[in-house]
């Protein structure tokens, strides 16, 4: 990890390069991040008491403190890689608001992204070494909005390998360990950014979820998080698992900072198809949803069947039940289903992982720039550069008529009209043997 340490110290560096404006803006100490939320940040940056490159410079340090082995600790190693722009980004946000022009309550706030979202000028690794070379010449549609509403990508977080199991162990970052208990796991496969968030190195982050892989690491790590509705926020640059059953989402430390990131990332975008059924479920802002009768009256379907009666499964079952009874207490109305055995049987067998995952990778691999590094990725015929080889990605990756067998790697070779593979030619996006 001494690569990253060494960006670390040059990112710490930045803001001492920027001039005595960014001296001048620096708080009178240094802030607490530990147990800081979203909300509590954005008012302590409106107060004045801190600023975002003081915030920046604090959770980098955070960072270096406690992403690598320390003490008697392996360390929490939930980084991929540090935003080396983002001190200069906070820089530029800190200039902003003196001069009253604040964008809402991300204005300044850092936060941390999952490696399969595109970040422009940074590597999407998707949790794979074989992808370290890529380099996104613009950001994905939920980054691009964070942007425009004044947050910093801080830096991108280590996934279980594609996103494809629970644990977040990768060949391009290792085994991501739990905050709580560095020994144990925090789920996956969104686990680096539930455990950046745990361990305080940003107040908030994204994360994707096809089949609980932001559900999952929240339960392990202490957070929240929302599996939206699919078509409700883009995915337009998200490297995909299952297109179909796939979103990006936030996780936090609190339902209201879960509600302000979904206010900035949420609604129709022209490069998602799928978000067109967006158009008139986006309300004003999802805070307003945020009051002590907000279950009145509400029905709660409680799928008893997956609630376990062996030795280990007990604890768990008794923190649902907690709940439930929370909510209950709250006006919420629980309904117990009872035995679903068909249902639970369909759910079981509902993931379209296997029919899917293949296509839509080569498909977002085909638009993304950058070296491959598989021996079955080729320059194109022409010997023009990837990077110049494919159109602006400015539209969505979650449809092509390309054909999914005959861009499977590493057999495939590329010219400009035709794609060739053993034992089948592809023109046009069909296969004609």
């Known amino acids: ?10 990112v710490l560096a930045v803001p001492l390069l920027l ?42 340090r955070r960072i270096d403190a406690y992403e690598d082995a320390y003490a008697d600790q392996p360390g929490v190693n939930a980084i991929i890689a540090v935003n080396p722009h983002a001190a200069r980004r906070a820089g530029e946000l800190d200039a902003e608001r003196r001069r009253g022009a604040v964008r809402g309550p991300l204005h300044g706030v850092p936060l941390v992204l999952k490696d399969n979202v595109d970040v422009r000028g940074m590597a999407t690794t998707g949790g794979s070494a074989a992808l370290r070379g890529s380099r996104l010449h613009d950001d994905a549609t939920q980054v691009r909005r964070l942007r425009e509403a004044g947050a910093i990508v801080l830096a991108k977080t280590n996934m279980h390998e594609f996103a494809m199991d629970v644990t977040t162990v990768s060949s391009a970052g290792g085994q991501t360990r739990n905050p709580y208990d560095q020994r144990r796991h ?10 950046g968030v745990a361990a305080a190195f940003a107040p908030a982050g994204l994360g994707t979820d096809t089949c609980g892989s932001l559900r999952i690491p929240a339960a ?32 936090a430390t609190s339902v209201r900072d879960v509600a302000v990131v979904l206010d900035a990332t949420a609604g129709p975008d022209p490069a998602d198809p799928a978000t067109a059924q967006a158009h008139g479920h986006v309300p004003p802002s999802y805070l307003r ?29 008794a923190v ?15 309904v117990e289903l009872g035995p679903l055995p068909r249902i639970t049987g369909e759910l079981a067998e509902s993931s ?40 602006p990605r400015r539209r969505s990756r979650r449809s092509s008529n390309a054909c999914g067998r005959c861009w499977t790697a590493p057999r495939c070779r590329t010219t400009r009209t035709t794609r060739r593979c053993a034992g089948a030619t592809c023109s046009g996006g069909s296969c004609t043997s």
């Open 186 to 195: 925090p789920g996956g496969s969104s686990g680096g950014t539930g455990a």
């Open 220 to 251: 392990h790590t202490n957070l929240v998080t929302l599996r939206a509705t699919t078509g409700l926020s883009s995915l337009d640059g998200v490297l995909p698992l299952a297109g179909s059953q796939d979103v990006l989402g936030p996780m």
């Open 320 to 334: 649902v039940r907690t709940a439930i009874a929370d909510m209950t207490a709250a006006g919420a109305h629980a």
């Open 289 to 317: 949803g945020l009051h002590p009768d907000a279950l009145r009256g509400a029905r709660l379907g409680v799928v008893t069947d997956y609630f376990g009666d062996a030795a280990a499964e007990r604890p768990t079952s």
């Open 1 to 10: 990890m001494l690569a990253r340490r060494r960006l670390l110290s040059v």
């Open 352 to 391: 379209r992982i296997k029919h899917e995952f293949e296509h839509h990778l080569n498909t977002y691999l085909a638009r993304t720039p950058g070296p491959r590094s598989s021996p079955g990725w080729n320059r194109p015929a022409t010997g023009r550069p990837w990077t110049t080889w494919w159109p």
């Open 19 to 60: 001039g005595t404006g960014a001296a001048e803006a620096a708080p009178p100490g240094p802030v607490q991040v530990v147990g800081l939320d979203v909300v509590g940040t954005a008012r302590l940056l409106a107060e004045g008491r801190t600023t975002s490159v003081a915030l920046v410079e604090r959770y980098l």
